[in-house]
């Protein structure tokens, strides 16, 4: 069975900053090229970011230089690095396999972040 299990989000105040991680299991996650979705109260599912398996990266423009998305194959886990974060981006952050369109990828649960002061 595959699974797919966010974990690290929470409340931060604006200029603040979380690791996200995914705990994957059930596929072969060294293969796999995996996204990091977001879907903001009342809107739509936003692609953040990519991580190929052989480590390559891609990011929405404009997150780049607050966002890194990293991979540790031997613990079958992506991470999401978020700093400098802005009260935009609150929201359901997802993990997911790296399929278009992202409405139709399996993801997680999500985990909420928050940024408020």
């Known amino acids: 069975e595959v699974q797919l299990v966010e974990s690290g989000g929470g409340l931060v105040q604006p200029g603040g900053s979380l690791r996200l991680s995914c705990a994957t299991s059930g596929f072969t996650f060294a293969n796999s090229a995996m996204n990091w979705l977001r879907q903001a109260p009342g809107k739509g599912l936003d692609w953040v970011s990519t991580i190929g398996p052989d480590g390559s990266t891609y990011y929405a423009d404009s997150l780049k230089g607050r966002f890194t998305i990293s991979r540790d194959n031997d613990k079958n886990t992506v991470y999401l690095q978020m700093n400098n974060l802005e009260p935009e981006d609150t929201a359901t952050y997802y993990c997911?396999?790296?399929?278009?369109?992202?409405?139709?990828?399996?993801r997680g649960q999500g985990t909420q972040v928050i940024v408020s002061s």
């Open positions: 997911a396999f790296a399929h278009w369109p992202i409405t139709s990828a399996p």
